[in-house]
C-alpha cells in the first residue's frame, strides 16, 4: 500500500528553528510537495521537489532523497503565524497525491 | 490565487438527504479534484476531472457523485447522505493533471 508519515504534533519557540520529517512509501514517484494549513482554513502550497536536494524560499526549504524516501520541511526564524499544521503529499505514477496526516506545529512565545 | 469558490460554506443535513456541493472557477482550468478531510487523516481524493466532459474515481468515491459539463462548475453530489460523510470538503484545481493543485475554502458538512 501507500503511505506517508509525518509526525503528528511538535513543539518549538518563537525565534527558532525546525524541521519537520515526512517519510514514504508509494507507488512511483513524481513530485513531493509541502503545504501549511492554519486551523479552519484550506491548505496552502508552500514548496514542491522531484529532484534531490534543498530547495529554499525565504524563512522555508524542503530537502528531498528519493533513494530514502524521505523529505523534510526546514522552517527558520518560526513567527507565532507559523503555527499550523504542515502537509507533506507525494504524486505517485498515476499522478494523483498521496496525502499525510499532517503536522500540528506548536510556536511558544 | 484567487478564483475558486465553494458553497455552502458550511451545512447540517439530515441522513438520507440529497445534498449537492458546490465549486466554480473562474480561471478556465482544466484540472479539478475534491477532496474529503478528516480528522486524523490525510487528505482523501473523492473524484477528479482532467478536463470538462471527463471524471476520475479517486480513493473514497463512494456515495459520491460529481459532473464536469464545463470548465468552471464541478458540483459534488451526495445521493443519500449517511453519517459518516460528516466531513470538510475541499475543491482544488490545477492548470493540468501534472501541476500544482490550490485548494477552495471548503465546505464543513455534519450529516445527523
Known amino acids: 500500500g501507500q503511505n506517508i508519515d509525518q509526525p503528528t504534533e511538535m513543539t518549538a519557540t518563537e525565534g527558532a528553528i525546525v524541521q519537520i520529517n515526512c517519510t514514504y512509501q508509494t507507488s512511483g514517484f513524481n513530485g513531493l510537495f509541502w503545504y501549511q494549513q492554519h486551523a479552519g482554513e484550506a491548505p496552502t502550497f508552500l514548496s514542491y521537489?522531484?529532484l534531490d536536494g534543498l530547495e529554499e524560499k525565504g524563512r522555508f526549504s524542503s530537502f528531498l532523497s528519493r533513494s530514502k524516501g524521505y523529505s523534510y520541511l526546514l522552517l527558520k526564524e518560526l513567527q507565532m503565524k507559523d503555527s499550523a499544521s504542515y502537509l507533506c503529499?507525494?504524486?505517485?505514477?498515476?499522478?494523483?497525491?498521496?496525502w499525510g496526516a499532517g503536522t500540528k506545529l506548536i510556536i511558544k512565545p | 490565487i484567487a478564483g475558486i469558490t465553494q458553497a455552502p460554506t458550511s451545512q447540517i443535513l439530515a441522513a438520507g438527504r440529497r445534498m449537492t456541493l458546490r465549486c466554480t472557477q473562474d480561471?478556465?482550468?482544466?484540472?479539478m479534484y475534491w477532496y474529503r478531510q478528516d480528522l486524523g487523516l490525510g487528505l482523501r481524493l473523492i473524484h477528479y476531472s482532467n478536463t470538462a466532459g471527463t471524471t476520475g474515481k479517486g480513493e473514497v468515491p463512494d456515495g459520491y457523485s460529481v459532473s464536469r459539463a464545463n470548465t468552471d462548475d464541478f458540483p459534488l453530489t451526495l445521493a443519500s447522505a449517511v453519517h459518516s460523510q460528516t466531513s470538510v470538503y475541499f475543491c482544488?484545481?490545477?492548470?493540468?493533471?501534472?501541476?500544482?493543485?490550490?485548494f477552495g475554502p471548503g465546505t464543513r458538512l455534519t450529516v445527523l
Open positions: 480561471m478556465r482550468h482544466n484540472a
Open positions: 503529499a507525494v504524486r505517485d505514477q498515476d499522478y494523483q497525491l498521496i
Open positions: 482544488a484545481w490545477s492548470v493540468d493533471g501534472t501541476d500544482t493543485q490550490y
Open positions: 521537489n522531484v
